[in-house]
Each structure stands twice: as structure tokens, then as C-alpha cells.
């Protein structure tokens, strides 16, 4: 399952990161790596995914999101 598809309120952990090496380091950088437990916050339409992974509060844009696979 992609992370743009989860529901709000969501747990998971991240799976997988799919993407060239400048966006696995972006993202890796801001704390989502591969085993890393979330829970989506806010996932409507049009607006970027947040979610809460590591004590910390993240908005990523739906292209990104899309490249991440999680495991709900």
C-alpha cells in the first residue's frame, strides 16, 4: 500500500522507498526511513499527507507519498 492511500488515523511503519538517490536522501533526511513507525494524520484529497513519524510532524506532497510504500 502506497502512504497516499492510508486513512487518517492510520499506524504503520514504512516498507519501502522507491525513487532515484536525491529523493530516498530528501526523505531519509527528514526521518522516514524503512522500519520507521507513523500514523497519518490528515490525508485529504488535493493536500499533502501529514503524519507523525518520530515525534514530528511531516507534510509531504502526494507525488512523494506515492513513492512510499507502508504497511498499515
Same mark, same amino acid.
Given at each position: 500500500? #502506497?502512504? *497516499?492511500? /492510508? #486513512?487518517?488515523?492510520?499506524? @504503520?511503519?514504512?516498507? %519501502?522507498? &522507491?525513487?532515484?538517490?536525491?529523493?530516498?536522501?530528501? $526523505? /531519509?533526511?527528514?526521518?522516514? =526511513?524503512? @522500519?520507521?513507525?507513523?500514523?497519518?494524520? %490528515?490525508?485529504?484529497?488535493?493536500?499533502?499527507?501529514? &503524519?507523525?513519524?518520530?515525534? =514530528? &510532524?511531516?507534510? &509531504?506532497?502526494?507525488?512523494? *507519498?506515492?513513492?512510499?510504500? $507502508?504497511?498499515?
Amino acid at each position: 500500500m #502506497k502512504l *497516499a492511500e /492510508t #486513512k487518517a488515523d492510520a499506524h @504503520g511503519t514504512v516498507r %519501502r522507498i &522507491l525513487g532515484d538517490a536525491h529523493f530516498i536522501n530528501r $526523505v /531519509t533526511s527528514i526521518g522516514i =526511513t524503512e @522500519g520507521t513507525a507513523f500514523q497519518t494524520v %490528515r490525508n485529504d484529497r488535493k493536500m499533502p499527507v501529514l &503524519l507523525y513519524c518520530r515525534e =514530528t &510532524l511531516i507534510a &509531504l506532497n502526494r507525488a512523494d *507519498a506515492e513513492r512510499i510504500e $507502508v504497511a498499515v
